[in-house]
T-cell receptor, first 114, second 114 residues
Framework: GAGVSQSPRYKVAKRGQDVALRCDPI?????LFWYQQALGQGPEFLTY????????KSGLPSDRFFAERPEGSVSTLKIQRTQQEDSAVYLC????????????FGPGTRLLVL | GENVEQHPSTLSVQEGDSAVIKCTYS??????FPWYKQELGKRPQLIID?????GEKKDQRIAVTLNKTAKHFSLHITETQPEDSAVYFC?????????????FGTGTQLKVEL
């Protein structure tokens, strides 16, 4: 079946612009995670959704970052007033339930802020 | 919070040799340890995982060992092949009913030379 998809795959933004990154999880997956991967580093946790509820947003680096999953399926990560340090790959992952541990990752969105 | 350290950062082996990557974690409550393989520009893909109630798990040429007392776990790849060349990430997590955010190591660039 279809895996996790993300769009756009690449995004170039001027500093100060707002961006929206989309994640389509595997159909029926309850859990959805966002991670940020800087160049040459491992992914770092940003936020977690269980269905439409955002249960953990402890990894969001500032109040410029906002995520939502209003209908419990597609999720959007929004970054306001982008800064150069926001340049990274943003990965989305989903898993079937709340206790099933395997996370399936999307291909990521590579964001470059100039 | 959890902290995961990974060594080495780069590893070069001859085809057919074995490769070992080691990780340590800080939070004794962590009970789930996946390993992901990430090729350049691609999504992280789960290759093997282990839960804290077992000390070793094997899947064909890949094995993972866990020492809970010492809080370290290792990935072993035998009979390496050129297609094993990639970046490998270890991760640690606490499985709960509210999702299991992953804390990743910094990655190991494995190069298998002919």
């Amino acid at each position: 079946g279809a895996g996790v998809s993300q769009s756009p795959r690449y995004k170039v933004a001027k500093r100060g612009q707002d961006v929206a990154l989309r994640c389509d999880p595997i159909s029926g997956h309850v859990s959805l995670f966002w991670y940020q991967q800087a160049l040459g580093q491992g992914p770092e946790f940003l936020t977690y959704f269980q269905n439409e509820a955002q249960l953990d947003k402890s990894g969001l680096p500032s109040d410029r970052f906002f995520a939502e999953r209003p209908e419990g399926s597609v999720s959007t990560l929004k970054i306001q007033r982008t800064q150069q340090e926001d340049s990274a790959v943003y990965l989305c992952a989903s898993s079937p339930g709340t206790s099933r541990e395997t996370q399936y990752f999307g291909p990521g969105t590579r964001l470059l802020v100039l | 919070g959890e902290n995961v350290e990974q060594h080495p950062s780069t590893l070069s082996v001859q085809e057919g040799d074995s490769a070992v990557i080691k990780c340590t974690y800080s939070d004794s409550a962590s009970n789930y340890f996946p390993w992901y393989k990430q090729e350049l520009g691609k999504r992280p893909q789960l290759i093997i995982d282990i839960r804290s109630n077992v000390g070793e798990k094997k899947d064909q040429r890949i094995a993972v060992t866990l020492n809970k007392t010492a809080k370290h776990f290792s990935l072993h790849i035998t009979e390496t092949q050129p297609e094993d060349s990639a970046v490998y990430f270890c991760a640690a997590s606490i499985l709960t009913g509210g999702g299991n955010k992953l804390t990743f190591g910094t990655g190991t660039q494995l190069k298998v030379e002919l």
